[in-house]
């Protein structure tokens, strides 16, 4: 029994060393070594620190279908016993926040600027500042509940004209541990009302948009190079991927 027990506490000092060691070595270097495993369409600016404390500069994905977006600056932060917090963004950044309690998961998102997406490449781009809070509890990858929402006073297509698009509303939701969703609600009042949802699912994404966009709003004349077959004022598009 002394001999199982020298030796159980060989191999708990072993892992914590090598669990030690991994957490403090520097990121940029097992990025490096990990580079080959990542998949194509992911591209990692210069990473700082370790994988206990660090940074990366800009977090970039290109898909085979649709366009390239970039995440940052991402910052990030590891505390006893198991709790990370997270950062996204210069000025207004995003933070989040994760507990674990074994597989359940405890997660709080607060709201930042949309300076923090990089959408140089996309046809139409967004600008505001969102405000508020998501909170989610997860059992392992399944979404248990989550409450809260995050608002905007001043959401504005930047790009390819301003056009300035009024208040947003943006809930997430999985009450029963059903598929999260996300509903995006946009409106300015009478002449656009819309709302966008989202369903997560393992296997695929599937959305829906509807609501109401005046034929004389200055969104409209952008919407009808996207699609020549629109009809205003009633909205209603289906999706899946």
């Given amino acids: 029994m002394t001999r199982v027990r020298r030796a159980l506490s060989i191999v708990v000092v072993a892992t914590l060393f ?8 520097p990121v940029g270097t097992l990025l490096a070594a990990l580079s080959n495993r990542l998949p194509s369409e992911v591209s990692i600016a210069p990473a700082h620190g370790t994988l206990l404390s660090g940074s990366i500069t800009e977090l970039r994905t290109v898909p085979s279908q649709g366009w390239p977006i970039g995440l940052g600056p991402l910052h990030w932060a590891w ?10 963004g210069d000025r207004q950044s995003w933070q989040l926040t994760g507990k674990w309690r074994g597989i359940d998961s405890h997660w709080r998102l607060t709201g930042g ?30 979404c248990k509940a989550a409450q809260g929402s995050l608002v905007s006073r001043d959401i504005r297509l930047v790009t390819p004209a301003p056009v300035a698009l009024g208040r947003g509303r943006l809930n997430f939701g999985c009450d029963g541990g059903a598929a999260p969703r996300l509903d995006l609600k946009i ?42 077959q629109a009809e205003f004022p009633d909205i209603h598009r289906s999706f899946d991927r």
Avoid: C, Y
């Fill in 187 to 228: 409106e300015d009042k009478p002449k656009l009302d819309m709302t966008a949802t989202l369903e997560l699912r393992p296997s695929d994404v599937r959305g829906e948009l509807r609501g109401h966009l005046d034929a004389n709003h200055p969104l409209a004349d952008w919407w009808r190079l996207v699609d020549r």
């Fill in 18 to 25: 090598l669990v030690t060691l991994l957490l403090n070595w």
């Fill in 113 to 142: 600027s949309l300076d923090a997406f990089a959408l140089r490449q996309w046809p139409a781009s967004l600008a505001g500042t969102w405000q508020g809070e998501l909170v989610a509890d997860f059992e392992g990858m399944s």
């Fill in 79 to 88: 505390t006893w016993p198991a709790s990370i917090r997270m950062t996204l």
